[in-house]
């Protein structure tokens, strides 16, 4: 086990409130990010900040799961506009999907081609005034958006730090407004870029992502799939007083979905055995050490374990329950609920 990652370092790591949220701020926002705080933020959700060191521990935990992604198969882009189209993607060469976090009323997507960024934000129509606001204070002094047009509706342009980094807010469409930024582009490659964004629906928006991607029911899917291949493994997979349907996630990216999945069952384990303990019930502490010591073949670990340290940390755990040792501080190390 990584030595840095001692039990009461994991242990102070600020996890065990909004973790999904701050799994996916991580992920898909820089670290040093040049936009204004608001002075009157609409925010598409409560997020809270984590200093450098422990957000750089925190992201060392999370891989990618190419079991997961393999089972589910692949999805390719069928892209067409209509009612309740109001996400966009970006269709042009040389661009990939480099993160995506959305959900039914707003969104972040985020592509790249080499130096280049190109970030395609949606959010609900009451946020439309807030955020113009705050882009006109991007300069020093207020500045008005430049008129555009973007999908053949009025947008307004600001630049940031310099005219290599602008952003336009487009004027609200069904209910949601876009904001396009540009990043390490001249104005010209930007202006070209906005005649490849293109208005999708849920189902199409989901289609175009990469497969790492699961929206509806295939996020439901995808943790069906998890707890199969650890059920493969444990036989009884669910703890006294659950249920399978106690497993889910909302997650959109399925390696945090499989994160998610995994260690809501070795949570529950885990204090299975804490609780057995506290009454002195050997039985009940057998079955849960039984149960987590097969947690090294579990899938979703195994292909996450060679470039991520979640599953260490997790399997470090488990193998103390299967010395015979009460686990202390595993809430908060492994993000459990609660």
């Keep these: 086990m990584n030595p840095l990652l001692t039990d009461d370092a994991v242990a102070e790591l600020p996890l065990h409130r909004g973790r999904a949220e701050l799994l996916e701020e991580i992920m898909s926002t820089s670290v040093l990010d040049d936009r204004p705080v608001r002075t009157d933020p609409p925010r598409r959700r409560t997020t809270w900040l984590v200093p450098v060191a422990a957000a750089a521990a925190v992201l060392a935990l999370i891989a990618g799961s190419a079991w997961l992604v393999s089972s589910l198969g692949l999805r390719g882009p069928d892209v067409a506009g209509g009612p309740g189209a109001y996400r966009a993607i970006l269709i042009a060469p040389g661009w990939t999907v480099d993160s995506v976090n959305a959900d039914d009323a ?11 960024q190109f970030e395609i934000s949606w959010y609900p129509a009451a946020e439309y005034d807030g955020y113009v606001e705050d882009r006109r204070h991007i300069t020093e002094t207020p500045v008005d958006g430049q008129p555009v047009e973007v999908l053949g509706r009025g947008a307004l342009m600001w630049f940031y730090a310099g005219a290599d980094n602008p952003t336009a807010i487009r004027d609200v469409e069904d209910g949601h407004f876009l904001e396009l930024r540009g990043k390490s582009m001249s104005t010209a490659e930007y202006l070209a870029l906005l005649d490849d964004v293109h208005l999708v629906d849920r189902d199409d928006f989901a289609a175009a992502m990469p497969s790492a991607y699961v929206d509806g029911t295939a996020r439901q899917v995808a943790v069906d799939r998890v707890l199969d291949g650890i059920t ?27 994160v ?14 804490a609780d057995a303990h506290r009454v002195g019930d050997q039985a009940r502490m057998a079955k849960a050490a039984e149960i987590l010591a097969t947690a090294h073949d579990w899938p979703v670990l195994a292909e996450m374990a060679p470039s991520g340290e979640y599953p260490a940390l997790l399997w470090e755990y488990a193998d103390r329950v299967v010395a015979g040792e009460v686990p202390r501080g595993y809430g908060r190390a492994l993000a459990c609920e609660g």
């Design 260 to 273: 998610d999945v995994a260690r809501d069952v070795a949570c529950e384990w885990l204090t299975e055995y």
């Design 232 to 258: 493969d493994y444990v036989g009884p997979l669910i703890p006294p007083g659950s249920t399978r349907g106690s497993f889910s996630s909302a997650e959109d990216d399925l390696d945090l979905l499989g």
């Design 106 to 116: 707003s969104g972040e997507l985020t592509y790249v081609k080499g130096g280049q």
